[in-house]
């Protein structure tokens, strides 16, 4: 038999053995703490506790979810001299088989292949855990991993509900753990140069900051019942989410567009852009949100979320900002621009200029030119520098660009926008944490239900 074969029949027993989900999370809640382990759990995460390298090591990595994404980030942690991927972990065998292949290109030895996420948390090789599953396993994987004394990349968005983006963030905190965020533009270096400008006063006093996102995604039809395939294992890849079927046009992808598991557009794309808007206009919590937006193109598939979404939020203290989203329409316009007293600033993938207030350009700046992204992400060259940043935060205590503090701040703004298109009104909420006020209502989509007897929030 060949090795790949012998791999994935390896992979096809563990993914039977790990099909009890009883034994799996059961988390339990503390209140006013978020969630702490079970058992199990509890005892796994002592012995497994990861150590901060020294700076000349390498962070030994587990990539959770490599269908598209995480094979990317398995190939470019592989390429990087300070880290080995030691496993790669996939529902689907055929990911597992992929990212190993892609890891393989760049390093020796061959990381070894998982189903079940519980083999990379009780396995004491592992420092980090790099999470590109879909977003309703984005928080409890991440909590699960700092629980076990990882550190712990987790993709955009941080979570699928605010609630969880909170308790990830204690747990952080809680157990002192190196937790990134993959909002990758906070570490290109032309942004970091035009943030520090905007805080300078390049264009005066920031007011204002507007980003779109668009896309020309076709219409993914009405799912039929089918048989699980038998490279998935359906049971993990549900995890925490309440069950449903298996219907055929949801895996892989496209349960971005269901509440069920994704968060829309606004959680997959918006983040990344009203991320850096934030950060110009030295925002945290909104104060309004107002959102308006559904499927309005290819109409009468199964797509739940927005395809087309406006969202406008307004701060304290005179300041605002606005997302627009268009999956189904490629016309959109460069961005973020930002709007100050002083005079204007568009930033891009690619660069940054200023201008006066008159729109003459005072200044411009060109950073890395910038490679197509698609949808496994920017690409090495651009992802690099977001990546050494999260390992050199474990090896020598660099401060991290993305901080999952920072990174729930984003990944919120992305949910109250679709709290509010959802609800269809605006929301008042608290300029200190970012919750709803006096609209029990609309606090019901603060957190989700989960399916009993794996991971849970109680508090
Ligand atoms: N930062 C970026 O530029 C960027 C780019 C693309 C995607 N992303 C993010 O990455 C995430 C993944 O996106 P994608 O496009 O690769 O999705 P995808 O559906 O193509 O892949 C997700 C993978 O996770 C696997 N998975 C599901 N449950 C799992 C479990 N319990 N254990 C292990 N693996 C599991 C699936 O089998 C699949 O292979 C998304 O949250 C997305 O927002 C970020």
């Not at 509890?42 to 000349?56: F, I, P, T, Y």
């Not at 629980?147 to 983006?165: D, I, L, M, Q, T």
């Not at 971005?256 to 009203?274: K, P, Q, R």
Request: net charge positive; charged share 25%.
């Amino acid at each position: 038999m060949h090795q790949a074969d012998r791999d994935r029949e390896k992979v096809k027993g563990s993914s039977r053995k790990s099909a009890s989900r009883r034994e799996f999370i059961t988390c339990v809640g503390v209140a006013g703490m978020g969630i702490t382990a079970a058992p199990a759990i509890r005892a796994m995460s002592q012995s497994s506790q990861a150590k901060v390298a020294g700076a000349n090591q390498r962070v030994r990595v587990a990539i959770m979810g490599t269908n598209s994404r995480g094979d990317a980030l398995a190939g470019s942690f592989a390429r990087l001299p300070g880290a080995e991927v030691v496993a790669v972990c996939d529902v689907d065998t055929r990911a597992i088989a992929k990212a190993q292949a892609t890891v393989e290109k760049h390093q020796r030895p061959r990381p070894k292949g998982v189903t079940d996420l519980r083999r990379i948390l009780d396995d004491a090789s592992v420092d980090a855990l790099v999470i590109a599953a879909p977003d309703h396993w984005h928080a409890p994987a991440a909590i699960l991993g700092i629980e076990a004394g990882k550190h712990v990349y987790v993709e955009k968005p941080c979570s699928h509900n605010p609630r969880e983006g909170e308790l990830l963030v204690e747990a952080a905190r809680r157990r002192n753990r190196v937790v990134q965020m993959g909002s990758q533009r906070r570490s290109y270096p032309h942004i970091i140069e035009a943030m520090t400008a905007l805080k300078s006063g390049i264009i005066g006093r920031v007011y204002y900051s507007r980003s779109c996102y668009n896309n020309n995604r076709g219409p993914i039809g009405t799912g039929k019942q089918a048989p699980v395939p038998e490279w998935l294992d359906y049971e993990l890849w549900q995890g925490p989410a309440p069950r449903r079927p298996y219907l055929d046009n949801r895996i892989h992808y496209n349960w971005h567009w269901f509440w069920h598991w994704g968060t829309g557009e606004s959680g997959n794309n918006a983040v990344h852009f009203m991320d850096l808007c934030r950060w110009g206009l030295e925002i945290e919590y909104p104060i309004l949100v107002s959102s308006v937006g559904g499927r309005y193109c290819h109409r009468g598939d199964d797509w739940e979320t927005p395809d087309t979404q406006s969202i406008v939020f307004e701060f304290e203290g005179g300041k605002s900002m606005m997302w627009e989203g268009l999956s189904c329409s490629t016309l959109g316009y460069p961005g973020p621009t930002f709007h100050g007293e002083g005079g204007n600033m568009l930033v891009t993938d690619n660069g940054y200029t200023v201008y006066d207030e008159k729109s003459k350009v005072v200044k411009e700046v060109k950073g890395e030119a910038a490679s197509p992204v698609d949808l496994t992400g920017p690409g090495f060259s651009k992802d690099v520098a977001h990546l050494n940043n999260f390992l050199k935060a474990i090896t020598s205590g660099e401060k991290l660009n993305a901080p999952i503090e920072e990174g729930h701040k984003s990944t919120l703004l992305g949910h109250l926008g679709n709290i509010a298109a959802r609800k269809q009104r605006t929301l008042h909420c608290d300029g200190k944490t970012g919750h709803v006020l006096g609209d029990t209502d609309a606090m019901t989509l603060w957190s989700r239900e989960y399916e009993p007897g794996w991971w849970a929030p109680k508090s």
